[in-house]
């Protein structure tokens, strides 16, 4: 089993920075892929930002050079520092973790992460 925890989420004007962590525990073999989704009204669960458990990166082009995620393997953290936010980054944002030791961005299905945390709202105003 493993265990997701958002936090962070908030309220900013665009331009604005948030700093979302996701709090990991469990079976570590199964949360060697962490992806950040992202969910927003009547719209589907996209993938935003994702890190291996050797710390490579990948991150969706509607994000690149804007948002950047991290990790912190001594306290089973993950993060993602959103910088220039836009209203369009508006959403419920998701960590989710799976078994697979790659997890580039060919590999954003949704319905392939069996683990999820609760979310955690971004709100960004014009």
């Known amino acids: 089993q493993v265990q997701l925890q958002e936090s962070g989420g908030g309220s900013v004007q665009a331009g604005g920075t948030l700093r979302l962590s996701c709090a990991t525990s469990?079976?570590?073999?199964?949360?060697?892929?962490i992806v950040w989704f992202r969910q927003a009204p009547g719209k589907g669960r996209e993938g935003v930002a994702a890190i291996e458990t050797d710390g490579h990166t990948s991150h969706a082009a509607s994000v690149k050079g804007r948002f950047t995620i991290s990790q912190d393997t001594s306290n089973n953290m993950v993060y993602l520092q959103m910088n220039s936010l836009k209203p369009e980054d508006t959403a419920m944002y998701y960590c989710?973790?799976?078994?697979?030791?790659?997890?580039?961005?060919?590999?954003?299905?949704?319905?392939?992460?069996?683990?999820w945390g609760q979310g955690t709202q971004v709100t960004v105003s014009s």
């Open positions: 469990g079976d570590t073999n199964n949360r060697r892929c």
């Open positions: 989710a973790a799976n078994s697979w030791r790659r997890c580039g961005e060919n590999y954003w299905r949704p319905t392939d992460f069996r683990y």
